[in-house]
DNA sequence: CTGAAAGCGCTAACAC
DNA sequence: GTGTTAGCGCTTTCAG
């Protein structure tokens, strides 16, 4: 900036203003600083711009996910992505694999980086570490899963109710037998799925079978070889219900197509497979949206409460949640 | 770091010091810093550090592709954060939406802020923009497409002789109106892609027919449109190749089980669909991480001539490129 | 309309 | 072991 300002023989300040389209410098002046600035390759620095600044911005967003390589989080990180730009800000990106000590980690590096707030899909585990981050003004959306025990905003769905709704589905369609397939129920959103399971079986007076319950399944072949366990078991499920998209695809890899299956989350081939799968859909671009718009909103100074905003969810009948189970109205 | 300071009875160099695990301060002085630090909840401003420090390395790059919600890019990018990860850099992410000048202001901005790297998936279009980055001592390193005109390195895979392989493979089944379904080919990668399915085409003495030939498709219901006008022309393919899992999800949309298929990028249900999915795999998580390697190899001194790694990629049949066209060897 | 001086929070270099 | 001084590149404030 100095060697731009020597070049154009003004001083530092007015090469600010020209850099910065400030109103108050004389055409030829600014144009002379413009010519130096093209000549000598000059950029500012937004670091030191963001030292000195009054403001305090750092136009800079953490968004923290399990594992950008889940579809969903990534089509997450996309829409949170799209909506910070529209805003003028940058995007930090760390993905916590689930791990709060690695996610509370991250965010601390994030927080070193003075971010002006994060969007945060939170890990199993106390997120008490997040007050002192909120203390010193970084604001904080949790995306998909609430965090108990902070206090913050978040953009959910009711997973409770589109379980229950679903396993309600597959009860109408004649099962009495329905295995569980999902990650940790310690994940606010596996464990509210996991209690809608639980509560629609209990509606039906169904004993929950803890032997066809699976938890903590992170990966496709966790979820495939629980299943294969669960098929050759002594009395095996005749209707599976799996907790996410990934975990969807293990078992889909391994399940016969006489065994009824829902899952939760619509993917682009559900429609295909033989039979075509039966979803509970959700939308997360819309979640993360609505997230990234509460943040800036909570940057740019909206202090009211917490708010939790519910999204909704929808059941799409294909086809494999509709397979008859031993007790269906006309026989099997 | 003054109220720190002030709080543990020493000076701001001695906080800085213990702050940063410095050797050279006595235990007990530690201690009291420890201590103050703790009760003022102090955390040091990477930012104002990152502008003094001499290295000057931010610590940070930058990742730069067309849509994160892209289940090849989501796996670079998880794949090249973790390598950052571990590293101790930390990632800003930004998608170009297939848009070099989007692509060039975003990088802008990365730069603005000093990133040590930028890992890139190039749009279509000149990167000479790139060179002032480059000159500013920014590396650089493209992932899955080469940046014509650019002098960095790149890990690609060899997309020209992996479709042309692919392309015999269907024409030794009988084929010889064979559709292809692309994105522009400007783009790096589609562009040799293009060029494979020609020269097998060539090669088998088959013309090539510009009417079955389909560029510039972006989404599945972009591909999924286009399959459905190819079918219904006079003279329809026999057999369809995908350039990119997005597209071949749009193709299984509406590709009716007769036609032959075979699609760029293997996927997980690939195996499961009727009949089963012949694809031509790549490893998106080999391939960032090897250029993510290759970034950190060049922030840290490396300044041997620009390399290009060429990975390997695998013709899996399984089922739906390997049904028999009107030309193969025993009768339809 | 333009410039000089001060300082953001931190660390390098050198004292003591 | 610890402190002092200077300054990273920029913007704020205030003076002309």
Redesign the interface.
Known sequence: MKDVAAEAGVSVMTVSRVVNGDAGVAPPTAARVEAAVRKL?Y??????R??RRTDQL?Q?IG?MVD?????FM??V???A??VA?QRGS??????SRADVRREQE?I???????VDGLILIPAAGSHRFLR?AQ??GTKIVCVDRAAPGLDADAVVVDNFGAVKEAVHHLIAHGHRRIAYVGDKPEIWTFGERHRGYRAALEAEGIDADPAIVRHGLRS?PDAAQAVTELLSSPEPPTAVLAGNEVLA??V??VLPPDIAFLSFDDF??A????PPVTVIAQDPVALATSAAHLLFARIHGDTSPPRTVVMPTELIPRGSGEIPGPHAPHGR
Do not use: C, H, K, Y
């Open positions: 390759g950029q500012r620095d937004d670091v030191a963001q030292l750092s800079t968004l594992n950008v390589a889940d579809p990534a089509a990180a996309s829409a992505e799209d730009r940058m995007v930090l990106i760390g993905s991250v601390e590096t994030f927080t070193a980086r003075r002192s203390a010193q496709g695809f293990g889909l890899a682009a081939l429609p295909r497979l033989t």
